[in-house]
């Protein structure tokens, strides 16, 4: 077979645009030949739970199903009975960006809360944490939050161990989507057990595909008495994959050494290179804080749309002319830099 696209070809859409890390794909043909039991009682599988529990701690156990969403959504509903609800940023992924999968497949109740900059603290988390025993009102039971999360934003270990210390008191669990739970702790220098069990936080929806993986997340449980049934609920909502052992392989890959480490190290330092670059160019504003991957910027729409055709990324609020680069694990200084140039070239003739 040809290749069919420009394999130099970068884009600063998003991390899903990367392709699967060499490391990753020689893990998958690591795993390949003969045969294995399928539907993850394989040895591939097996294996993960030490290499998560070195991370998150012995009581970890780890469901790897195949993408974010569904992370999420089986996490949720694992974590919730029909009458109870999620509070979440309005930002949120499974607020925003899940085709409402949470309510619709998972039939979720969100309840989400506006914030300045993506983050919960404890006082957002009242705006929704009430109505306890009011039949009337869905019963808040699970505080979900994203580290790094969907505005570029991180939360630190004393943020998360603050909400979670709030939301266990209030009989709230408290939901991680890890989707960039590397790009956080990269981004801190902490181990992820630091924002994650040792905070406090109950179940973790871990992100594999956008760090490197050819596909595959997890739910990653740390507190075993939160969440029910996921054994179950894999299946019924899709996720049981029959070739476990090849997700397993690549989680394996990424977890076992320092793969995940670098990967999110790069991805976050080409976004501060991004930042810098274009943070002086007249008429460009960065306007969020640039702590993990993600750029975002306000530029005239004329330029927007010049630039789009030079680079693809996406436009992230279209009132306010907001765009989002997103910096992958394999965005190298050259593609960063020529960017750059192309963003000062399309400022200089921009309209006025
Ligand atoms: C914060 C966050 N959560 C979850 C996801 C998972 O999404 P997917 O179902 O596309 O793997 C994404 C992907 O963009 C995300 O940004």
Same mark, same amino acid.
């Given at each position: 077979?040809?290749?069919?696209?420009?394999?130099?070809?970068?884009?600063?859409?998003?991390?899903?645009?990367?392709?699967?890390?060499?490391?990753?794909?020689?893990?998958?043909?690591?795993?390949?030949?003969?045969?294995?039991?399928?539907?993850? !009682?394989?040895?591939? +599988?097996?294996? /993960?739970?030490?290499?998560?529990?070195?991370? =998150? *701690?012995?009581?970890?156990? &780890?469901? @790897?199903?195949?993408?974010?969403?569904?992370?999420?959504?089986?996490?949720?509903?694992?974590?919730?009975?029909?009458?109870?609800?999620?509070?979440?940023?309005?930002?949120?992924?499974?607020?925003?960006?899940?085709?409402?999968?949470?309510?619709?497949?998972?039939?979720?109740?969100?309840?989400?809360?506006?914030?300045? !900059?993506?983050?919960? +603290?404890?006082? /957002?988390?009242?705006?929704?944490?009430?109505? =306890? *025993?009011?039949?009337?009102? &869905?019963? @808040?039971?699970?505080?979900?939050?994203?580290?790094?999360?969907?505005?570029?934003?991180?939360?630190?270990?004393?943020?998360?161990?603050?909400?979670?210390?709030?939301?266990?008191?209030?009989?709230?669990?408290?939901?991680?989507?890890?989707?960039?739970?590397?790009?956080?702790?990269?981004?801190?220098?902490?181990?992820?057990?630091?924002?994650? +069990?040792?905070?406090?936080?109950?179940?973790?929806?871990?992100?594999?595909?956008?760090?490197?993986?050819?596909?595959?997340?997890?739910?990653?449980?740390?507190?075993?008495?939160?969440?029910?049934?996921?054994?179950?609920?894999?299946?019924?909502?899709?996720?049981?994959?029959?070739?476990?052992?090849?997700?397993?392989?690549?989680?394996?890959?990424?977890?076992?050494?320092?793969?995940?480490?670098?990967?999110?190290?790069?991805?976050?330092?080409?976004?501060?290179?991004?930042?810098?670059?274009?943070?002086?160019?007249?008429?460009?504003?960065?306007?969020?804080?640039?702590?993990?991957?993600?750029?975002?910027?306000?530029?005239?729409?004329?330029?927007?749309?010049?630039?789009?055709?030079?680079?693809?990324?996406?436009?992230?609020?279209?009132?306010?002319?907001?765009?989002?680069?997103?910096?992958?694990?394999?965005?190298?200084?050259?593609?960063?830099?020529?960017?750059?140039?192309?963003?000062?070239?399309?400022?200089?003739?921009?309209?006025?």
């Amino acid at each position: 077979m040809i290749p069919r696209h420009d394999p130099q070809l970068k884009a600063l859409a998003s991390d899903n645009y990367a392709g699967v890390h060499p490391e990753i794909l020689q893990a998958i043909a690591t795993a390949n030949g003969g045969h294995q039991t399928a539907y993850g !009682d394989d040895v591939y +599988t097996e294996a /993960l739970q030490e290499v998560f529990q070195r991370h =998150f *701690g012995e009581q970890a156990h &780890a469901w @790897p199903v195949f993408n974010g969403t569904a992370a999420n959504v089986v996490s949720l509903r694992a974590m919730t009975a029909q009458w109870e609800a999620v509070i979440c940023a309005e930002s949120a992924h499974i607020n925003t960006d899940e085709g409402g999968a949470p309510e619709v497949v998972g039939g979720i109740k969100l309840l989400s809360v506006p914030t300045p !900059d993506g983050k919960l +603290t404890p006082e /957002l988390v009242d705006r929704q944490a009430w109505g =306890f *025993g009011d039949v009337h009102r &869905a019963q @808040p039971r699970v505080v979900s939050i994203s580290n790094s999360t969907e505005l570029g934003t991180v939360y630190t270990p004393a943020e998360i161990a603050a909400l979670c210390a709030h939301a266990h008191e209030r009989g709230l669990l408290v939901h991680l989507d890890g989707s960039r739970l590397t790009n956080a702790a990269a981004a801190l220098d902490v181990p992820m057990r630091a924002l994650t +069990t040792d905070a406090g936080v109950d179940v973790l929806s871990f992100g594999g595909t956008k760090i490197g993986l050819l596909y595959g997340e997890a739910v990653v449980v740390l507190n075993p008495d939160a969440a029910r049934g996921i054994d179950y609920l894999r299946k019924t909502f899709m996720q049981l994959s029959s070739k476990m052992r090849f997700v397993s392989a690549q989680f394996e890959a990424l977890l076992s050494g320092d793969l995940w480490l670098r990967n999110a190290r790069r991805a976050n330092a080409m976004g501060r290179r991004l930042a810098e670059a274009v943070g002086d160019i007249p008429g460009v504003e960065v306007t969020r804080p640039v702590e993990a991957n993600a750029v975002f910027a306000v530029l005239p729409p004329d330029v927007i749309g010049r630039l789009q055709k030079r680079m693809r990324f996406y436009t992230w609020d279209e009132a306010r002319n907001e765009v989002r680069w997103m910096c992958a694990f394999d965005t190298t200084e050259a593609d960063v830099d020529a960017f750059a140039a192309a963003v000062a070239e399309e400022m200089g003739s921009a309209r006025s």
